[in-house]
């Protein structure tokens, strides 16, 4: 007669403990698998920002101002809303449409702006079309070409950050709060904020930073941060306890003038040091507010001193009284003044200062 053997089977406590042990192990792997995914994507991100600083250098090339920063038609006009020039602009030098709306705070109610070119996009005054899509972006052209399909409108992927999850707070800070989670890509076409450091309205620009100046005029081109990731200028603030997309503590990815991106601490430097207090006329005129307008970091800078500011443009002078503006010349004034503790104009960045476009 055959004798069966039973077969053992795994005890309660046998399987408690194997679930207990392969849960320890996902919970040590879990995180590395993150990180290593987060690294991954924010490789992506850096590579596209390379790939982009190749189309700006091309762009420099070509453009007669040799402009480091691509400037979009509204970057030089009034926009229909002082929220735009330093909401949208930052981020229309490239990129797809916007495929959700901005709905744009007014004094009657929010008004829901689309950055298209399609019958929805936003037309400023004294423009009877949209300006705002990816076929008016600048730096677009030399991505694609003039050959614009409706897919590239609906996507172009080299202008996307892999983590973009949106600018929930200072970029975007006049957006209602059920946008302050969009991913940027989806609002503005374009997850990379252009470094417009400026005195900036609806009725005029004074730019510290790159936008307006030569690419080769830039001082320390490895410093100068062209574009970044979105959230890293609520970190040059500064707001060092913030994270970036990537979830990185105090630091972000950037692109700089000299064609390099990296990640970059955002850790600000010390107030000036006597000279540069000197040249910048703060000793003389009595005014020790200028020094906070260099904003630099050991690894980074987004303002261009020791050059001129920039005068993108301005409002003719009606528009302005002159006891509410800083004057430039005889026949432009300019957006209310920044500083009204310090009226003296012979400082940096007003005086002197270059003028770029109108």
Request: glycine residues 6%; neutral net charge.
């Given at each position: 007669m055959t004798a069966f053997r039973r077969r053992r089977a795994f005890t309660l406590i046998e399987l408690l403990v194997v679930i207990?042990?392969?849960?320890?192990?996902?919970?040590?792997?879990?995180?590395?698998?993150s990180r290593a995914r987060e690294q991954s994507r924010s490789a992506v991100c850096l590579s596209n920002m390379h790939q982009i600083g190749i189309l700006l250098q091309q762009y420099a090339n070509d453009?007669?101002?040799?402009?480091?920063?691509?400037?979009?038609?509204?970057?030089?006009?009034?926009?229909?809303?002082?929220?735009?020039?330093?909401?949208?602009?930052?981020?229309?030098?490239?990129?797809?449409?916007g495929q959700q709306s901005i709905p744009v705070p007014t004094s009657s109610g929010p008004v829901d702006v689309w950055l298209t070119d399609d019958a929805r996009g936003w037309r400023p005054p004294g423009l009877d079309t949209p300006v705002y899509g990816a076929q008016s972006r600048p730096l677009n052209r030399y991505y694609l070409g003039t050959g614009f399909t409706d897919r590239d409108r609906r996507d172009m992927p080299l202008f996307r950050c892999p983590s973009d999850t949106g600018a929930a707070h200072t970029v975007c800070n006049s957006l209602p709060p059920e946008r302050k989670d969009t991913p940027c890509y989806d609002l503005f076409g374009n997850s990379f904020r252009a470094n417009?450091?400026?005195f900036m309205s609806d009725q005029g620009a004074l730019s510290l930073s790159p936008w307006g100046h030569a690419r080769d005029a830039?001082?320390?081109?490895?410093?100068?941060?062209?574009?970044?990731d979105a959230p890293l200028y609520d970190l040059f603030a500064p707001h060092p306890q913030l994270r970036d997309w990537h979830g990185r503590l105090g630091s972000g990815n950037a692109a700089f003038a000299d064609g390099s991106a990296r990640t970059t601490l955002a850790k600000l430097n010390p107030?000036?040091?006597?000279?540069?207090?000197?040249a910048m006329r703060l000793k003389v005129h009595a005014c020790d507010i200028n020094y906070e307008l260099l904003r630099q970091g050991p690894s980074w800078r987004l303002d261009v001193w020791p050059l001129p500011a920039a005068r993108?443009?301005?409002?003719?002078?009606?528009?302005?009284?002159?006891?509410?503006?800083?004057?430039?010349?005889?026949?432009?004034?300019?957006?209310?003044?920044?500083?009204?503790?310090?009226w003296n104009r012979a400082l940096w960045p007003f005086d002197p200062h270059v003028h770029v476009a109108e």
């Amino acid at each position: 007669m055959t004798a069966f053997r039973r077969r053992r089977a795994f005890t309660l406590i046998e399987l408690l403990v194997v679930i207990a042990i392969i849960t320890l192990l996902m919970s040590i792997l879990l995180p590395s698998v993150s990180r290593a995914r987060e690294q991954s994507r924010s490789a992506v991100c850096l590579s596209n920002m390379h790939q982009i600083g190749i189309l700006l250098q091309q762009y420099a090339n070509d453009d007669p101002g040799s402009h480091a920063i691509p400037i979009h038609i509204l970057m030089i006009r009034a926009t229909g809303h002082d929220w735009l020039p330093a909401g949208a602009n930052p981020f229309t030098w490239g990129g797809r449409d916007g495929q959700q709306s901005i709905p744009v705070p007014t004094s009657s109610g929010p008004v829901d702006v689309w950055l298209t070119d399609d019958a929805r996009g936003w037309r400023p005054p004294g423009l009877d079309t949209p300006v705002y899509g990816a076929q008016s972006r600048p730096l677009n052209r030399y991505y694609l070409g003039t050959g614009f399909t409706d897919r590239d409108r609906r996507d172009m992927p080299l202008f996307r950050c892999p983590s973009d999850t949106g600018a929930a707070h200072t970029v975007c800070n006049s957006l209602p709060p059920e946008r302050k989670d969009t991913p940027c890509y989806d609002l503005f076409g374009n997850s990379f904020r252009a470094n417009l450091y400026s005195f900036m309205s609806d009725q005029g620009a004074l730019s510290l930073s790159p936008w307006g100046h030569a690419r080769d005029a830039v001082p320390q081109p490895g410093r100068i941060v062209l574009f970044a990731d979105a959230p890293l200028y609520d970190l040059f603030a500064p707001h060092p306890q913030l994270r970036d997309w990537h979830g990185r503590l105090g630091s972000g990815n950037a692109a700089f003038a000299d064609g390099s991106a990296r990640t970059t601490l955002a850790k600000l430097n010390p107030p000036v040091d006597e000279p540069t207090a000197v040249a910048m006329r703060l000793k003389v005129h009595a005014c020790d507010i200028n020094y906070e307008l260099l904003r630099q970091g050991p690894s980074w800078r987004l303002d261009v001193w020791p050059l001129p500011a920039a005068r993108l443009w301005t409002v003719p002078e009606p528009r302005c009284p002159p006891e509410d503006s800083y004057l430039w010349d005889d026949r432009f004034c300019a957006i209310p003044d920044p500083s009204p503790f310090c009226w003296n104009r012979a400082l940096w960045p007003f005086d002197p200062h270059v003028h770029v476009a109108e």
